[in-house]
């Protein structure tokens, strides 16, 4: 009677190396489709490369010690006096210090080029971004547990699909309805988190068509694993289209409609609205959605607003700062 492969002691040898190699075909942080995320992945790879100078040779010659200076080998050199060596101080010390500079000046200028707050300056590796080409503006709200997109250019919001033309920069302004959570596309640019009362932004691009995977990369209760969401990246034709097809489906997100949407949910389905009230993402930006609530930007505006009415200065902590 023949035993099964799976049971022999190859198999044991075999199969983790190719389920780890399956896993290769959805390595999407190793072969995203957006510009930053190339970037991010170069950094990664450059960083790890860098640490395998040390690594590699130093398990290597973990190895060759324990086969050479083993018991059984009577050639070997024995010096149990043996304590100090300057060549050998010097390699130890000398090659992680100069690895470290490395990492760091590869950390401190990544830092800055790749900051999610600074706009693009590249389509990709060989395009800069045109002149006179605005971003795409997509405003994201982390809901328990969904994710809302308002396109303010466009005018229309959709719930749990996300959509943006091909080679065209996107500026995501993003903001939480209730607990911090963490809005991610690995395929498009890293993860960057979304606090209630505050925005953060992220910029990005997509560089080629197709459907990429969204999702909270940030805990947040019962719906958390659930709280996912396509990117689709469009042709400009393509996403007018989508954008047609969201004006088309009749609904409208106005204050009382969002206050439903904000209630808990699971596995939402895909929503969208064709028009979108005017000062809904400040309101929520704001927490003052709902009727009668003070708005923190109304109030600093009736703040503002009052010494001039009055003929008074405003002290300088107050004093609006200039459009840059």
Request: hydrophobic share 45%; with cysteine.
């Amino acid at each position: 009677m023949s035993v099964p492969f799976f049971r022999t002691p190859k198999a044991a040898l075999i199969l983790p190396v190719l389920g780890a190699l399956g896993g290769c075909s959805k390595a999407v942080l190793l072969s995203p489709s957006g510009d930053v995320a190339w970037q991010l992945r170069d950094i990664i790879l450059v960083s790890t490369g860098l640490m395998l100078l040390i690594i590699v040779p130093v398990i290597a010659a973990t190895l060759w010690f324990a086969w050479r200076y083993r018991e059984s080998n009577t050639e070997a050199t024995y010096k149990p006096d043996w304590d100090h060596s300057t060549i050998l101080e010097l390699l130890i010390w000398s090659a992680p210090l100069l690895i470290i500079v490395a990492l760091s000046a590869l950390t401190w200028v990544s830092t800055h080029q790749l900051d999610p707050y600074r706009p693009l300056s590249r389509i990709d590796a060989d395009r800069p971004v045109p002149a006179g080409v605005q971003p795409l503006e997509v405003q994201v709200v982390a809901l328990d547990w969904k994710w809302l997109f308002l396109y303010p250019e466009q005018g229309i919001a959709t719930v749990n699909e996300l959509a943006a033309p091909v080679d065209r920069p996107i500026e995501f302004k993003i903001t939480s309805s209730s607990v911090m959570n963490s809005f991610y596309i690995p395929a498009l640019a890293g993860q960057i988190y979304a606090m209630p009362g505050m925005q953060t932004r992220l910029h990005a691009v997509i560089n080629h068509p197709g459907e990429y995977d969204g999702f909270s990369a940030n805990y947040s209760g019962e719906g958390f694993s659930q709280m996912r969401f396509k990117f689709h990246g469009l042709s400009q034709d393509a996403f007018d289209q989508w954008v047609q097809a969201g004006k088309a489906s009749g609904a409208a997100l106005d204050r009382a409609a969002y206050l439903q949407l904000e209630q808990p949910s699971v596995a939402a389905p895909v929503q969208r609205f064709a028009t979108v009230d005017a000062g809904l993402y400040d309101a929520i930006l704001g927490r003052c959605v709902r009727p009668g609530a003070d708005c923190p930007l109304d109030m600093a505006g009736s703040i503002c607003r009052a010494p001039r009415q009055a003929g008074l200065e405003l002290p300088p902590q107050l004093a609006p700062r200039p459009a840059m």
